[in-house]
């Protein structure tokens, strides 16, 4: 097994150093762990212990139509590089598992659902057909890399006939039977179509982000609402089908808006998870955004079920250094608190990542439609120095020290340990690190981040 050390500055990405490992010795884990004579940058401390958290499932991105037609400007075997990069197994990312929408995210070219026939509660006008131009492309060259990539998948908006008021960017579902046993259908028969390309569907979700009413693609829905459909509609009908896609809780993005507590962020997931009826059809739970206040007890009170951060907060399409290491804090906080799974957002945009709506968010990687150049940013490395080294499989494993709120530990299933580190200060810091029998001495640039593969 290699050991490495990889850091990355603003300066140097992905640099390999030499791992200065001393064997095994004593090791203090006070204040000053890591202050040797002579040394003028402040101490740090870290050490890796033997309890056991979650695994890991694994790490990726989400399939939108701007990034397919970012992706076109460049040419075919910097495509190709892109591709490798991001899906090879032996990549430098190896995501294993990502998200798509059904019908219209916010990163859509246009607005658009898989059914827009008024009154079809039959789904006999459902059709992919739009899907198969942008977003199946996008996925199949995904899977040549990796095959046994796990795909799932959640609607931004119903169809508008069936909603109040009809359109895509207001509003919610029509609470009425026949439009909720078709809205179910409509489920079924996106997991149908795209298995019949070939694509199978692991996963998917009810709503993404149901506590929003937004200016792109959205419905807002209670945990009532929810609990309901998956219990008395959505549940029954992949039971019907004989669909094995799971059916998971999300994608949850904050507090229930119509209670009056609605500062309290478990509420929302409780509600539904709290029926026995509808919780027999869930195997797990989606966070993101404001959501991650909810994760630590809704882990708490149901560590049987799965959980993943669903989508990384996206930033402003600067693609800043600082906004890194915001990201990096995101990765701690959420594997900290019991995720098994990492999705950033989107994985290619062009410059300033404009939506159609007119928001510039970040991505990891920058195609130029007018150098037809590629970059990749700062978040891209962010991102690898976990996903590169984190097998899934892996378990999470505890660490503490003064350098512990900017640390992550993991063991992989080969029996790997893997440290990721940030130095969020201004300042180099020399970091005291031990894990096992191994102890480390070295020097952390200022704003950096490390990998410690031991």
Known sequence: MNKTWI??????????????LAGASAFNISPNAGNEAGSTHLPASLQVTEEQYQTV??????????GYFALQHISDEERKEVMKKLFDPDGECRFSICRLPMG???YAAEWYSLNETDGDYAMEHFSIER????????????????????LFASPWSPPTWMKHPKAYNYGTL????????????????????????????HQVYVQNEPVADQKFPSCVWTGEQLRDFIRDYLGPAFREHGLTTEIWLGTINGPDPYRQENTDYDVYANVVLSDPEARQYISGVGYQWAGKYALQ??????PELRYMQ?????????????????????????YTNGVNSYIYWNMVLEPGGRSTWGWTQNAMITADPDTKRVVYNPEYYVMRHFSYFIQPGAVRLGIRGTSAGNALAFQNPDGGRIVIVA??????????????????????????????NI
């Open 131 to 150: 899907d198969k131009q942008v977003l199946i492309p996008y996925i199949k060259e995904a899977l040549r890399w990796n095959p046994n990539l796990t």
């Open 423 to 452: 130095n969020p200060f201004k300042e180099p810091r020399t970091l005291s690190l031990q894990v096992g029998s191994e102890s480390i001495s070295c020097e952390l640039p200022a704003l950096s981040f490390h990998t410690f």
């Open 297 to 302: 007890r809704t882990v708490e009170s149901y």
């Open 7 to 20: 850091s990355t500055t603003q300066q140097e990405y992905w640099q390999e150093q030499v791992l200065p």
């Open 57 to 66: 499932d694994g790490f990726g991105g989400c399939f939108n139509e701007l």
């Open 174 to 201: 029509r609470w009425e039977p026949d439009v909720l046993q078709a809205y179910a259908l409509y489920f079924v028969k996106f997991v149908q179509a795209y298995a019949e390309e070939g694509i199978t569907i």
């Open 310 to 334: 669903t989508e990384n907060e996206c930033g402003d399409g600067k693609n800043s250094w600082e906004y890194a290491h915001y990201v990096f804090n995101l990765y701690k906080h959420y």
């Open 104 to 106: 219209a995210s916010d």
